[in-house]
């Protein structure tokens, strides 16, 4: 007879948070200010991954070559981000930057919308995101959406010089900002797959620990969504 008791244990899923947001939106500040609790597993964007990926940067050449490079970078990221979702914890709570439905919600989406990923290669995307959704990833239950403009996530971004994203413009970030809010607050495209949080993250760094604060209860699976503290 199996130790049912420990398996109990192990299908316990962790109360799981994705962290969304522009790029330069402040995510990482998030998660590292969510560090302290030790009963909180915070897992980063894998970008380490796909800056070598078997030596390989592609995250440098999808944005050298989009068009050449997209769908291998893409593939990619929906593979790290499933390993992410797969992740187990023995913690109650799972906070993750980003997630497989940012990077088809918002990413993808543009890239197949701008003419950049060919219909085909969408095609393929999309098969593989819909039976990962539906069978392989765990469910999430709350998305804090790091809301911000862009011109406020630009300066921050070449503040923080990453060399990749010297070819990144104020206008691919317009872009993205724009599939965030379809997605995020207006919801006008495509399904959330848990409640929105949605933070004002234009406040500076001196500021935002109290926005942070103001949410953490749940966050932390404290408090049910639509009950503020
Ligand atoms: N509230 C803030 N006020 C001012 N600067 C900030 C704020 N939040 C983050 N930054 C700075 O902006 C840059 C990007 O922040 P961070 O790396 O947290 O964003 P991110 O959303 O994780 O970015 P990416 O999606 O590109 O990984 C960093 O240099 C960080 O110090
Ligand atoms: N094209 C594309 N598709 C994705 O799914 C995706 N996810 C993140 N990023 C880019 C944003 C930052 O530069 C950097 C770190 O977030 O990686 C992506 N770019």
Request: glycine residues 4%.
């Amino acid at each position: 007879m199996p130790n049912t008791k420990a398996l109990k244990k192990t299908d316990k899923r962790p109360f799981t948070v994705i962290i969304e947001g522009n790029i330069g939106s402040g995510k990482t500040t998030f998660l590292n200010h969510f560090k302290k609790y030790d009963n909180v597993c915070v897992l980063a964007e894998p970008v380490h991954m796909w800056r070598n990926c078997a030596g390989h940067n592609l995250l440098g050449l999808m944005y050298e070559d989009t068009s050449r490079w997209g769908f291998t970078f893409q593939s990619y990221v929906q593979l790290t981000m499933l390993q992410q979702h797969m992740f187990k914890t023995p913690h109650p709570i799972k906070l993750m930057e980003r997630s497989i439905f940012s990077a088809r919600y918002c990413f993808v989406e543009k890239m197949f919308c701008d003419g950049i990923l060919p219909a085909p290669s969408a095609s393929v995307i999309n098969e593989w995101f819909k039976w990962i959704t539906t069978k392989a990833c765990p469910s999430v239950d709350l998305i804090v959406y790091l809301r911000t403009s862009p011109e406020v996530v630009y300066q921050r971004m070449l503040k923080r010089n990453r060399e990749e994203e010297k070819l990144v413009s104020l206008q691919y970030l317009r872009e993205i900002h724009e599939m965030h809010e379809n997605w995020l607050y207006h919801k006008t495209m495509f399904t959330c797959p848990a409640p929105v949080i949605v933070l004002n993250a234009d406040l500076d760094k001196s500021v935002i620990k109290e926005e942070y604060e103001k949410y953490e209860p749940h966050i932390l699976n404290k408090i049910a969504i639509g009950v503020r503290t």
